[in-house]
């Protein structure tokens, strides 16, 4: 029989299933999530990417009725399904690990869209910039990027403290951050000058 021991560096890179994530930092989240509602502009198209923030963001935007929201995350789009506004899932092939559509036809539905604002998450930093844990992830919030007037990245501040795998973006491309008072000055200092910081 053969053992392999992880290296405890190397398991920091392993991805969480989404429910393991769910409960963790909710608090937090949901004063991000009530800070990025706050930034919608009326009748606005507005995409929501994966993970457990944007879930937070989604619940909330049921107290809207004028706007487009476009969407690769499964429980986001179950969160919305009542909604009043008019919602767009972009389909595609199903991660269970995050419950998020990845591939060709996600991407390709973020390409067609024009989009006002968008809300990114990720799982940790790398110097330069935002990461993933999954490179499945990086096709579909990369076309985020390129399709949003404004994107905001939403993360609570325990992702400060994570090594990313895959970097999806440079800080240069992202507008705003949301996160929590217990981020650390040193922390933000990885930021470049043009991202509005707010804390809550």
Do not use: W
């Not at 990025?36 to 994966?50: Q, T």
Request: charged residues 25%.
């Amino acid at each position: 029989m053969v053992i392999i021991l992880l290296n405890p560096s190397f398991s920091n890179y392993l991805e969480r299933h989404f429910d393991d994530k769910l409960l963790k930092n909710a608090d937090k989240k949901f004063k991000i999530a009530q800070k990025a509602i706050e930034m919608i502009p009326e009748k606005g198209v507005v995409i929501l990417d994966s993970g457990t923030t944007a879930l937070q963001i989604a619940k909330l935007l049921n107290r809207r009725s004028d706007l487009v929201i476009v969407t690769n995350s499964l429980v986001a789009a179950q969160a919305l399904e009542n909604t009043k506004n008019q919602l767009i899932v972009t389909g595609g092939v199903l991660r269970q690990k995050s419950m998020s559509f990845v591939g060709y036809l996600a991407a390709r539905a973020i390409e067609g869209i024009h989009a006002d604002i968008a809300f990114i998450g990720c799982d940790g930093f790398h110097v330069n910039g935002p990461c993933s844990r999954s490179y499945r992830e990086l096709e579909v919030k990369q076309k985020i990027f390129e399709n949003s007037k404004e994107v905001v990245l939403v993360t609570d501040s325990s992702k400060f403290n994570v090594d990313g795998l895959y970097r999806f973006a440079t800080f240069n491309q992202i507008d705003h951050l949301i996160t929590d008072s217990d981020v650390k000055e040193q922390q933000l200092k990885l930021l470049t000058s043009n991202i509005k910081v707010n804390i809550v």
